[in-house]
């Protein structure tokens, strides 16, 4: 890590973050990078990170690649409760 990473701050953090993983799925059709963004956050990302990453979008998202942009319509919000579709995918993909 870099003395700059090192002093960016957590919104900064969260936006270099949500860009790499947008930019490996812009290998992807478009459609497929898009579910794949929100797919990976919302599996990977505990709900501090999300809320991070949402602080920045709803200030206007400066700084995060459009892919990640469009992904957060179906990027699950911290303070949303999970809906039946959304536990039932989750439960998929532990048994399955």
Same mark, same amino acid.
């Given at each position: 890590m870099s003395l700059e990473e090192h002093k960016a701050s957590p919104l900064e953090k969260i #936006?270099?973050?949500?860009?790499?993983?947008?930019t490996f799925f812009h290998s992807k059709p478009h459609e497929e990078g898009l579910a794949g963004t929100a797919e990976h956050i919302n599996k990977f990302w505990e709900p501090r990170m999300r809320r991070h !990453?949402? %602080?920045?979008?709803?200030?206007?998202? %400066?700084? !995060?690649? %459009? !892919? #990640?942009i469009a992904a957060s319509e179906t990027i699950r919000r911290p303070d949303a409760p999970v809906t039946p579709a959304q536990a039932a995918e989750a439960n998929a993909d532990v048994s399955g």
């Open positions: #936006v270099r973050m949500a860009n790499q993983i947008a !990453l949402f %602080e920045v979008i709803d200030s206007g998202g %400066e700084g !995060l690649d %459009e !892919l #990640v």
